[in-house]
């Protein structure tokens, strides 16, 4: 057994750097000594009594080459090992072995290194008395191979030498460390884009806020006209979005499309102000010719708001206002799910709001007659579920008009001016 330990020194050193008489098993059969580690590494079912933490301890110590170094009296440095015998002579032509592989042999090479710093091994370990520990880098045929040394004195002048190739574990550890590098490249190219990209986040949905609240003024402003030209339009469209925005909601649409629904409602009937009062105020019935007048409304608002690009999706919906399923309505006689959904809760609510608001021809319904008429075109004139929802809002009495609408709502509360904000 090697009394080979990193921390104790060796039977025969002494600490004081002086050598004493060998007590070691003879070095010289080296075959007989790597059949022992062989051994005591388990392949012989003998030793197998070894704890694992033993085991785990030989194998760790288990050298790819074991070396008898020794220093002649001449000052050359002779390495044995398994596989060849290397001189390196004293003097300037160190280094030089007489007896190693030829160029390209990388075990001659490293037998050559190991002989070069033989005598500095064996100096330093006969002052300390410790176990050395050398770190190897062999250059040779442009191959770069790196070996860990462990060396303890066993005679006056010879050591054993434990050598590790290091080279596998080198390489992971550069391998890793590339690896680590670029994911950390990639990591901040990543953490750079993703600020970049909250930057870019942050100006669209600016942009989208302003671009929103630009086309809310918009509406304001154009309601706030037709309130100057024509107020009792003015306040049904207000109510018809009001009532548009709960069906919406009761209907369980997305927040967007309740908006869209309820802001489209309050242009709705912007067409009208370019109706003449005589015919819009008239209390009698509508002549066809008079009828086609007011008819022309849907047209009209269609054409100046499909100009104004950010309030062209409420154009389309609004000018299918008047359409109806049975395709009975105006002014395309569109017929089921070719009108928009939008267009089909504002018609509804428009009806409704219509039916119980007086009109210069006629008197306001009561809610239940307006219900009740409603409820009779439902599924041939007006959307099933639309019309159902508006049924509930009211006969479970969860709407009433000119109550403030719910937050999403855009209603006559946010408009400066209007009735309902004083
Ligand atoms: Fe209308």
């Not at 750079?192 to 609240?213: H, M, N, P, Q, T």
């Amino acid at each position: 057994m090697l009394p080979i330990n990193r921390d104790k020194v060796l039977p025969g050193a002494r600490r004081d750097g002086r050598a004493e008489e060998p007590v070691y098993p003879d070095p010289d059969s080296l075959d007989a000594l790597r059949d022992s580690i062989d051994r005591k590494l388990g392949r012989t079912g003998a030793v197998l009594p070894l704890s694992e933490a033993e085991q785990r301890v030989l194998l760790e110590l288990m050298p790819d080459e074991l070396l008898r170094v020794t220093v002649e009296t001449d000052e050359t440095v002779l390495v044995v090992g398994r596989q060849r015998r290397v001189r390196v002579p004293a003097g300037p032509d160190a280094g030089q072995s007489t007896c190693g592989g030829h160029p390209g042999d990388s075990t001659a090479a490293l037998y050559r290194a190991v002989g070069d710093c033989g005598k500095q091994l064996l100096s330093d370990f006969l002052a300390t008395g410790e176990m050395q520990t050398r770190d190897l880098r062999v250059e040779e045929d442009g191959q770069t191979s790196f070996f860990e040394l462990r060396a303890a004195a066993c005679q006056p002048r010879g050591m054993l030498v434990l050598v590790r190739d290091t080279t596998p574990l080198r390489d992971a550890v550069d391998c890793l460390s590339q690896a680590t590098e670029k994911s950390k490249r990639l990591h901040e190219m990543l953490e750079a884009e993703a600020v970049i990209r909250a930057e870019e986040e942050k100006i669209i949905k600016s942009s989208f806020e302003k671009l929103a609240g630009l086309k809310e003024d918009t509406i304001v402003a154009v309601t706030a006209i037709v309130r100057k030209k024509d107020p009792d339009t003015a306040r049904h469209q207000e109510r018809v979005s009001q009532l548009a925005c709960s069906i919406g909601k009761e209907m369980g649409l997305d927040k967007d499309t309740v908006k869209m629904v309820a802001l489209a409602a309050l242009l709705h009937d912007l067409g009208k102000v370019f109706v003449s009062p005589s015919t819009l105020l008239k209390p009698g019935r509508l002549t066809p010719e008079e009828m086609d007048e007011v008819r022309k409304h849907a047209d009209t608002e269609f054409e100046i708001l499909k100009g104004i690009e950010f309030l062209s999706p409420l154009a389309e919906i609004i000018h299918q206002h008047h359409e109806r399923l049975d395709g009975s309505g105006y002014p395309r006689g569109l017929t089921g799910s070719d009108i928009l959904l939008e267009a089909r809760i504002l018609a509804v609510a428009d009806v409704v709001e219509a039916m119980m608001s007086d009109r210069p021809h006629r008197r306001a319904l009561t809610e239940a007659a307006a219900l009740e008429e409603i409820e009779n075109t439902r599924g041939t004139l007006f959307d099933t579920s639309t019309v159902d929802a508006c049924l509930r809002l009211f006969r479970e009495g969860r709407f009433r008009f000119d109550v403030t609408p719910p937050d999403e709502c855009p209603g006559p509360s946010r408009q400066p001016g209007s009735p309902a904000s004083g």
